[in-house]
């Protein structure tokens, strides 16, 4: 019913930057919550970031004051700019959104993104 959409992955130096996207389509559906988490090989699985449709936003403390997560509601769009990006940030990252859909809106589902890599090495 949602599917999602991920670009801007790819290979960047120490303290560069990257800009990842992520359009949901579908029809019948209304997001609650966007947002990115990602996985590094032989690491769990973590939440990077979330927005929600109040505005409000959440980082995991390892990429505050680097990373800033927005939106553009009407394109169903959510976006993580990454700076000062260290190699520790490496890992697939994937999109997700939280959506209410159905009649009445009242089922409630999780849709995830195919994954993008990112690498951070010199």
């Known amino acids: 019913q949602v599917q999602h959409v991920e670009s801007g992955g790819g290979l960047v130096q120490p303290g560069g930057s990257l800009r990842l996207s992520c359009a949901a389509s579908?029809?019948?559906?209304?997001?609650?919550?966007m947002g990115w988490y990602r996985q590094a090989p032989g690491k769990q699985r973590e939440l990077v970031a979330t927005?929600?449709?109040?505005?409000?936003?959440n980082y995991t403390d390892s990429v505050k004051g680097r990373f800033s997560i927005s939106k553009d509601s009407a394109k169903n769009t959510v976006y993580l700019q990454m700076n000062s990006l260290k190699p520790e940030d490496t890992a697939v990252y994937y999109c997700?959104?939280?959506?209410?859909?159905?009649?009445?809106?009242?089922?409630?589902?999780?849709?995830w993104g195919q994954g993008t890599q990112v690498t951070v090495s010199s």
């Open positions: 579908g029809t019948a559906f209304a997001i609650y919550t």
């Open positions: 997700y959104c939280n959506v209410r859909s159905g009649s009445y809106y009242t089922r409630f589902s999780t849709y």
């Open positions: 927005t929600t449709s109040d505005g409000s936003t």
